[in-house]
């Protein structure tokens, strides 16, 4: 058998470390990292894939110089721009600018998609590309 090298990358959040297994090997990636993982050539790769209580189970049929995305449901850009207004609204509210209502409305927006995605559609959490 021929062995075949792959890349696995991630989007930069969530921030914490995803843990995956490659047909049994284990893996630790962090936020924006990339890696190269030598394997043994397969027909199909089980790949297993979690964040704390979160996991997810995928079957992959990869190729030499395959690469593995790892993507967030929710986009980096909304972790970006949400966290920057919400900064923003905080000091505001902190200098009597506007009422802490507006803020905590904000923040209760922000925080809602993350609620439903980590516990109500699990399922849907990790989203996995492979370029070939």
Known sequence: MEDISIRVTRSIFPLSKIYFSLNGKNFTIK??????????????????????????????????????????????IFYILSSSLLIILAILSFLSLINILIFSISLLIYVSPLVYFALFDKKNYFKIDVKK
């Open 31 to 76: 936020s924006g990292e990339k890696i190269t993982i030598p394997l043994k050539k397969n027909a199909k790769y089980e790949f297993d894939i979690s964040l704390l209580w979160i996991k997810k189970k995928f079957n992959l049929d990869l190729d030499n110089n395959s690469i593995i995305k790892i993507k967030h449901v929710i986009p980096d």
